[in-house]
């Protein structure tokens, strides 16, 4: 016999569990229409412009692979200049970076640091940053995308730190301070 504190059972789910669920779906049918409006017309544009790929393995000097995620002007026909950054972050945080770039002509890389995100080795905050922004920069140079100028756009101090090894793809742009 139930008891008048237990909520009735139907199909072993609780008349409380249904009731979360039609709520849930009646939000999301609500609000599916504010979501369409929500993505700008240039970011559909753009997204049609730009070639992606997740999961580039990038060797470095040690044998340690970085994970990168490639964005790609679409139907590039030849090599243009690069940019890229490292990132102890998710390298997905940078997305609309890599869009808005290859978007607009220039191949992106975002490229997760050793022992974050997908990358190998192990994370050691600023101590091989150095060493691999200048493997990545060495390996960058040599991908028939790009036509050896690159530039490091780092929002953390791995740029000037890169940039004590001066690889010889990493070219000074005017305006820029190491």
């Known amino acids: 016999m139930s008891s008048l504190n237990t909520p009735p059972v139907i199909a072993g789910v609780t008349s409380l569990a249904i009731a979360k669920w039609l709520t849930f779906v009646t939000a999301l049918l609500l609000l599916a229409p504010f ?3 929500a993505i700008s017309a240039t970011a559909l544009a753009d997204t ?3 070639e992606w790929q997740w999961g580039v393995k990038i060797p470095l000097r040690d044998g340690v692979h970085l994970n990168a995620n490639l964005y790609k002007p ?3 026909k030849e090599p243009r200049p ?3 950054t ?3 972050y998710v390298s997905d945080s940078n997305h609309d970076r890599g869009m808005y770039f290859a978007a607009h002509g220039y191949p992106f890389l975002t490229v997760d640091v050793r022992g ?3 990358s190998e080795g192990s994370f050691r905050p600023l101590i091989q940053e ?3 922004g200048y493997d990545v920069v060495e390996w960058l140079a040599k991908q028939s995308y790009c036509n050896g100028k690159i530039s490091v756009a780092l929002f953390h101090d791995a740029k000037r730190r890169s940039a004590l090894y001066v690889p ?3 070219q000074e742009t005017p305006g820029t301070t190491r």
Request: proline share 4%; hydrophobic share 50%.
């Open 35 to 37: 979501t369409a409006e």
């Open 48 to 50: 049609a412009r730009v």
């Open 74 to 76: 679409a139907g590039l």
């Open 82 to 84: 690069c940019l890229f």
């Open 86 to 88: 490292l990132t102890p």
């Open 116 to 118: 974050r995100g997908n």
């Open 130 to 132: 150095a060493k691999d």
């Open 168 to 170: 010889v793809a990493l």
